[in-house]
């Protein structure tokens, strides 16, 4: 499997997934929060053909059905999305998977599922999601790339420029961003100092 690019904007809309792939994006999950399947599968095949156009990867989250259905390559759970997901049904639909994980029983569980790669988060505290579990810090991702080893360790929660650098330098091979770059005067511009600097690093 080729190494996923330790970019990884997280964005709600087809039309974010086309900018940031125009910008130099090569990895993009789209995460549209209360939509109905519908809505999510529309967005998904019109994010899929941007993607595939660029030759970048998109990951879909949550929606595995949206994900199988569409042809997706990639898909994202959370741990509550493990418990309603057929998982069976997915890795027959040759999807690759990735995890959130927020502490030791949640990496274990994520694990057992045998992930394409696994999150850690908030890192940081962040606005973009409501959380009842403190931020993890830089020590914490350290821990967890030296327990999962190989397995790419993506860190998220917020993460802005230059913490994505301490993480990436604390073991995280990607990072994932969405207030950094979508809440920007110009977003492009943002990623594209994104990938210069977590791509040097």
Known sequence: MPALDPFYPIVDSAAWVARLVGAGARLVQLRIKDADETTFARETRAALAVCRKAGATLVVNDAWRVAIDE???WLHLGQEDLDGADLAAIRRAGLKLGVSTYSE???ERGLSVDPDYVALGPIFPTISKALTVEAQGLERLT?????IGDLPLCAIGGIDLDRAKLCLAAGADLVSVISDITLNADPEARAKQWIAATRRA
């Open 143 to 147: 821990e967890w790339k030296r327990r």
């Open 71 to 73: 042809g997706a390559d």
């Open 105 to 107: 029983a949640e990496l």
